[in-house]
């Protein structure tokens, strides 16, 4: 089996992992893509990247444990950045498959499940609302950062997230009630994988 990095933003996401290769980032794009590159440039390179962690859906046909299809960014001005610097010069967001590193995608493919990633921890319906009607299912805090590190380095990703919240007022206290048991359910997913 390829060998995989297990790659987390919290302790509390990572307190059932078994796995030996396990970094655990911290919150936020910005410590997310900075970990994962000392990671890989120190090396040795994983043959693939494995992001776990928690989301908040934005629909609620959408919970327990999904694998994501594309990631993109809930809060970069898309359209500014374009008109700015040309659109070749924004990547909206990656499409992730298991056997080839990122690839850049305008919009989320159909039946793939989409999430938005964002340094704002989305918990505000009206807001949830938005973010959704532009094709997303859930949203996180370090996904879209990690699939461009991975892409960068020409690797494999595959993002698993367990349903933690509903996006709303109550996202925070919900987290915070649920985490362990994403935990539990995430490490179940990698043992199902044979990565645990």
């Not at 805090?141 to 494999?156: D, N, Q, T």
Request: proline share 6%.
């Amino acid at each position: 089996m390829t060998s995989a990095l297990v790659v987390v933003a919290l302790p509390q996401e990572a307190a059932h992992l078994r796995q030996r290769d396990v970094l655990v980032t911290g919150v936020g794009q910005a410590a997310a893509a900075a970990a994962l590159a000392k990671r890989l440039a120190e090396g040795p390179l994983p043959g693939v990247v494995v992001n776990v962690g928690t989301a908040g859906s934005l629909d609620a046909t959408y919970s327990a444990v999904l694998e994501i299809g594309y990631v993109t960014r809930h809060d970069f001005p898309y359209d500014a950045i374009a008109e700015l610097a040309g659109a070749d010069a924004v990547v909206r967001g990656y499409r992730l498959r298991s056997d080839r590193p990122p690839l850049p995608a305008s919009s989320p493919p159909p039946g793939e499940v989409a999430l938005a990633t964002g340094d704002a921890f989305v918990n505000d319906a009206a807001r949830a609302e938005e973010i959704a009607a532009a094709g997303v299912h859930l949203v996180d805090m370090e996904a879209f950062a990690l699939a461009a590190v991975c892409a960068r380095f020409g690797l494999p990703m595959r993002c698993v997230k367990a349903v933690s919240d509903s996006a709303d007022t109550g996202a925070v206290r919900s987290w915070l009630d649920t985490v362990d048991g994403c935990a539990r359910d995430l490490a179940g997913w990698l043992e199902q994988a044979g990565w645990q």
